[in-house]
Structure formats: C-alpha cells, structure tokens
C-alpha cells in the first residue's frame, strides 16, 4: 500500500528529530519571547523549523531514492498495429508525454533496453507507454516482451527520465 507524500514527510519527521524535539522547541521559542521580544523569538522558530525541515527532506528524499516506491510496476505489454505499448501502475512522477526509459534490473545492474514516452494516463491512473526505440541489440528481450513474458516483466524498471547520450542520438 502507498502512503501520501505528506504521511511520508511526517514519518520522516519523526524518524529524524522525533515528536518530542518539536514541541520542546516550539515551546521554548515561545517561552523565550517575554526575555527577548517577539522578534527573536519568531527568528528562533524559524531557525529551528529550518534546519528540522532540512534533515525532513534530506531524509525523504533517501528513503524515496532507495525505496523507489515512486517507480511504477510493468503490469504488461500489448502489440497495436506496429506500437508496442507498456501498461504501468499509476505514479505521480510521470506526465502525458514524459520520455521514459525501461531498464533491465538483473544482479544488481540495471541496463538500459528501450526509450519511450508517456502514451496515454488511464482514468484509473495506469500508465501506457509507448515503446519508441529498442536500444538493446538483444532479440530475446524484444521476443519476451512481444509475448509479454511474466519472467522479463518482473525484472523491468520504467524510469521518468532518460540519459543524455540516448537523447542526442534521436
């Protein structure tokens, strides 16, 4: 089950300054304000929030990078005419024509084997992506995705970005 990014941004919250350390210093900027003015107290909250709401981010953006939770899962492929089109889970981070790249995830190394663009966002969110270019010289990836093969599906990785050197050569 996913959570929404502001469940995520309060759990990261915790994980990094806990709940404690928030309200002690909120209350502390507060209880300071009669000693030093409101002013250097408002400075203080904001000092603190600051650097708290770093570490928030700093860690959310880990936890995402290594959990790649926003990578949707291939669900299948299906042949339209010439178009070999890749239906995804829904993800927030894709857009209606975002150039996509599709990575073979096997041993720990990732390979890139097609480019593509985001074809259509179903009402349902799933994501079709339509295959532009193969870039793998491997004809049994192309054979198992024309029969959209369970055991290639598993080991695919659909990112919302391509590399540079792939983009110069279209």
Not at 61 to 84: C, T
Not at 135 to 161: A, C, G, H, M, R
Request: one cysteine or more.
């Amino acid at each position: 089950m996913r959570t929404s990014f502001w469940r995520e941004v309060w759990e990261s919250f915790k994980s990094v300054n806990g709940n404690l350390i928030a309200i002690v210093l909120f209350i502390a900027g507060i209880g300071l304000s009669p000693y030093f003015g409101w002013k250097y107290s408002v400075l203080f909250i904001l000092v603190v929030f600051l650097i708290l709401s770093n570490g928030v981010f700093a860690n959310l953006a880990q936890k995402l990078y290594y959990e790649n939770d926003f990578l949707p899962k291939v669900l299948r492929f299906e042949i339209i005419g010439s178009k070999v089109i890749c239906l995804t889970e829904a993800s927030k981070v894709f857009s209606f024509g975002s150039i996509v790249s599709m990575y073979f995830k096997r041993e720990g190394f990732e390979e890139l084997i097609a480019i593509g663009e985001v074809y259509n966002i179903q009402e349902d969110g799933k994501i079709q992506i339509k295959i532009n270019k193969f870039i793998t010289e491997k004809d049994n990836i192309k054979k198992e995705i024309e029969n959209n093969s369970k055991d290639l599906i598993n080991y695919l990785l659909v990112k919302p970005n391509c590399p540079k050197e792939i983009i110069y050569t279209f």
